[in-house]
């Protein structure tokens, strides 16, 4: 008789489904004021990002505004340099969300308000007019 159980092993993930995102934010704390922040994940219950300059402590509590307007409380649960995890004090809908970015871009775009930032802007090179055609 053996002790080995004879069904195969099959992990459990406990964690749930997270949204890979890259969503421009702020983040505000009374210890630290507002600052800005790139959302580089979001599940039903947290996020996770970067803060661009103090980075955040544990178990501080703060609110992150997405580009959308929609606020966002919640604790810090883990912090690794200006890298941060959130635990949100509500659950989100996901599919909500990502609505209310579409909304935005489309109304953005739609009024011509659309504006590519210097730092992404790709530099126009002068280049001379090219010589003449050689066929060989």
């Known amino acids: 008789m053996s002790a080995m159980p004879t069904e ?14 890259l969503l421009r934010a702020t983040v505000w704390s ?6 800005d922040a790139l959302v580089r994940n979001i599940s039903r219950n947290g996020l996770g990002g970067i803060v661009s300059t103090a980075p955040l402590a544990l178990g501080m509590h703060v609110v992150v505004t997405l580009l959308a307007g929609l606020q966002l409380p919640g604790t810090v649960m883990w912090t690794r340099g200006t890298a ?7 659950d989100v809908d996901l599919d909500f ?7 935005q871009v489309a109304a953005h775009f739609a ?4 504006e590519v930032s210097s730092r ?9 007019p090219p010589g003449p055609v050689r066929r060989l």
């Open 97 to 103: 969300v990502a609505d209310e970015l579409r909304k």
């Open 120 to 128: 992404h802007q790709q530099k126009q090179e002068q280049r001379e």
């Open 111 to 114: 009024a011509g308000e659309w």
């Open 30 to 35: 009374p210890e630290i004021g507002q600052q």
């Open 84 to 90: 941060f995890g959130l635990r949100l004090r509500e």
């Open 8 to 21: 195969p092993f099959v992990p459990v993930d406990h964690r749930e489904r997270r949204d890979r995102r």
